[in-house]
């Protein structure tokens, strides 16, 4: 199975054809007067080989304000989310605060963490009187409402769980 690997600058995508030939180059409309040749492998016109593809994985890469958002309890996420939709900013506003307490972030520092959500409540505020700001606030929000439920849906293991080894058998 011949296998791709696409990268954007968001995003990471790999994928496979289900042939196990080569990936062809790129093909023409059919319009084009070059369609109608033949193929020599499989006297074809071009057109009408295309391949099945398959996506195997998707993977989004995220910059440094998207790490600093928060993951926080669920219950405050929800309330700060209702907040940035009511006033664009105001729940990004106090989440920044929540680095210090009960929030967790993928930044090192709590401080950058405060300081990247800190610049993005006042550039929503600032951008919500051209609505972008305002979208920008319901998606952040909704960020928020997410992280926590992906918090809270992964498994932790024990620290009293240990990995049996051929030792343990009588």
Known sequence: ?????????????????????????????????????????????????????????????????????????????????IFNVLVPGLGTLFSSFTVFCCGTTRLKKAIFSFGFNLLAALLQMATALIIVGWIWSILWGWTFVQLSIQDEEEPTVPYYMRRQTSHDVP
């Not at 990471?12 to 289900?18: A, N, R």
């Not at 910059?63 to 405050?76: D, E, K, R, S, T």
């Open 1 to 81: 199975m011949a296998s791709n690997s696409v990268e954007e600058d968001a995003i990471v995508v790999e994928v496979t054809s289900d042939d196990k030939s080569p990936p062809r180059s790129p093909m023409r409309s059919p319009t084009s007067k070059t369609s109608s040749r033949l193929n020599d492998e499989s006297h074809e016109p071009l057109h009408r080989q295309a391949q099945k593809l398959t996506v195997i994985r998707v993977e989004e890469r995220h910059g440094n304000f998207y790490h600093a958002i928060p993951c926080m309890p669920l219950p405050l996420a929800v309330i700060l989310c």
